[in-house]
């Protein structure tokens, strides 16, 4: 076997896994891995200025591509920065790999105060990944980075770690880097498949449920051809939107909050086909699944089938493989759902009418985005209540074109995400909606953006303070308001000062031309727009079985 360092080895093992893109930040104990990715002219890597920005971008890089998003850090603070950011991608099942450091294999356990020393760091990361591990010799690398490999393509996608000690990395060994392997999805039961397809196709008013499984299964077409061949409306979660067309005549739009077309068409489904979804209706609502109602659960990850809900048929498949063989099932046979276009338009036009009568504001501004934007451009849908609002009246066209912090309900990840989206489809508009507290977090990546020409938009929404808390305490805490109001740069200046483009409105009715300004220039930009302090979704109490405030 050829001799090669555990930076090799690293390096090596990755480009063969087809990874192109590495996002990192440099110390003492990974300077060799740089090293080895200088002699790698196959993968480019990308400086960030916070190991929470790394993670953040390796997130919206791999939600966008469908491919694995690789970061490389520091031990210690460095990888203890990125945990929030992990934490999102675990939420949102996101194929995330994190390469870490470690201090010298001599070193561990030994609690001597060795450079960025922690306790037991893997304990950590068992918290927020689907699997981790740490490198006991140079041989041991390409294996490792082989099993991460199959945990992020197999199964839930959810985040990795790989640890590898100081000395490993520019140590030697005979090491062979193995092919890269082609990883089994795990297929459906076809005796489920048959009872599910009886279910469905029999049918009077079956409801199709997806959410960011159907995502990352990339299974756009299969929904679509089952949502017409059952003639089923589909409602997506905000994780799911672009499973479907949302202009389609069978797309009812998005659930979130407890607000959405839901509401109106659950009570009225007899057999519901869930995929990709763990089905959390929170909050609760009164017109939730019923025990009357046939519930069948598609998801790669058992753990969820049957998580919420009692199942009448439950399937643990990789969602694609799923539908596909369940489209098989159903082949010619008669179909006996009686819903109508008509029905669904309806229930359609309702839900945003109710949407844009709760968040006027909110909904003349996403409707001016959306009128600006390609089909296919991509929306990080920030922490912000414009982001929120988004989730229910932002129609999404594509697949892989809009992205959300999910049940972490991070604040500040918007824009680091919307970076590593922009990286990997340099020729989309990609747009990172954020608030003006959102935006502080990560503001330094101005830098990365202009250094690296990554030239998305963002649009920062400025109120002066952490809105929903703000709110929160004037309407339940007495109007005791402590700790909420902001004292914020000139954004605009802020990006010019970074190299960037920047833009201030003095009204939010201005974005239309600014929007159209900033997707014709080729260097980052940041809209800042100021708005008032408006009501988010989840400040508003849900609609009833019977109607809105029923």
Request: contains cysteine.
């Amino acid at each position: 076997m050829p001799e090669m360092s555990g930076a090799q080895a690293l390096v090596g093992s990755l480009a063969r896994y087809g990874v192109d893109v590495v996002f990192a930040l440099p110390g003492v104990q990974i300077m060799d891995a740089f090293d080895a990715f200088y002699h790698e002219p196959g993968i480019r890597l990308i400086l960030a200025r916070h190991e929470q920005g790394v993670a953040y971008m390796a997130d919206g890089y791999a939600r966008t591509t469908g491919k694995p998003g690789v970061g490389l850090v520091v031990p210690g603070p460095g990888a203890l920065n990125t945990t929030a950011a992990l934490g999102t991608a675990y939420a949102t099942s996101s194929p995330v790999l994190l390469v870490s450091g470690q201090i010298e294999s001599y070193n561990l356990g030994q609690n001597r105060g060795a450079l960025h020393e922690i306790g037991e760091s893997l304990d950590v990361f068992q918290q927020l990944t689907k699997w981790c591990a740490r490198a006991g010799s140079v041989e041991d690398i390409p294996g490792m980075v082989q099993t991460a490999m199959e945990h992020l393509s197999t199964g839930r996608p959810r985040p990795v770690e790989i640890e590898i000690p100081w000395d490993m990395l520019p140590g030697k060994g005979d090491t062979e880097l193995p092919e890269p392997e082609i990883f089994a999805k795990t297929p459906p039961d076809p005796a489920l498949i048959k009872e599910a397809a009886a279910l469905l196709a029999h049918a009077h008013r079956p409801v199709i449920w997806a959410g960011g499984g159907a995502r990352e299964a990339d299974l756009s077409a299969e929904l679509l051809e089952l949502a017409r061949s059952l003639n089923a409306p589909v409602i997506t979660t905000a994780e799911g939107k672009g499973a479907i067309p949302e202009d389609d005549p069978h797309s009812l739009g998005c659930f979130a909050y407890a607000h959405g077309p839901g509401y109106l068409a659950l009570p009225q489904a007899d057999v519901i086909l869930v995929i990709g979804s763990r089905l959390h209706l929170a909050p609760k609502v009164p017109w939730a699944i019923q025990p009357h109602q046939k519930l069948i659960q598609i998801d790669a990850d058992p753990e969820e089938v049957g998580r919420n809900y009692p199942t009448t048929v439950g399937i643990t498949s990789d969602g694609k493989l799923g539908l596909t063989a369940l489209l098989a099932e159903l082949g010619g046979n008669t179909r006996t759902s009686q819903w109508t276009e008509g029905e669904m338009a309806s229930i359609r036009q309702e839900s945003s009418q109710r949407i844009r009568e709760m968040a006027p504001m909110q909904t003349e501004i996403i409707e001016t985005m959306r009128r600006e934007l390609d089909d296919d451009a991509i929306m990080v849908a920030g922490t912000t209540d414009i982001g929120y609002w988004s989730h229910l009246a932002f129609p999404v066209l594509k697949p892989r074109s809009y992205l959300t912090s999910s049940y972490f309900a991070t604040l500040g990840y918007a824009f680091p995400t919307a970076l590593g989206a922009k990286v990997g489809n340099p020729h989309r508009q990609v747009v990172a909606t954020i608030g003006d507290g959102g935006f502080g977090y990560a503001s330094s990546e101005l830098a990365t953006a202009v250094q690296e020409g990554i030239n998305l938009v963002t649009l920062v929404f400025n109120n002066e303070m952490l809105g929903a808390s703000h709110i929160e305490q004037q309407n339940r805490l007495e109007g005791r308001v402590i700790g909420t109001r902001l004292h914020n740069p000139d954004f605009a200046q802020l990006a010019e000062v970074y190299g960037a483009m920047g833009i201030k409105l003095s009204s939010h009715q201005e974005l239309g031309d600014a929007l159209r300004t900033a997707l014709k220039a080729e260097r980052p930009v940041v809209i800042e727009v100021p708005i008032p302090n408006l009501t988010p979704p989840f400040q508003i109490p849900p609609p009833t079985v019977e109607g809105v405030g029923g």
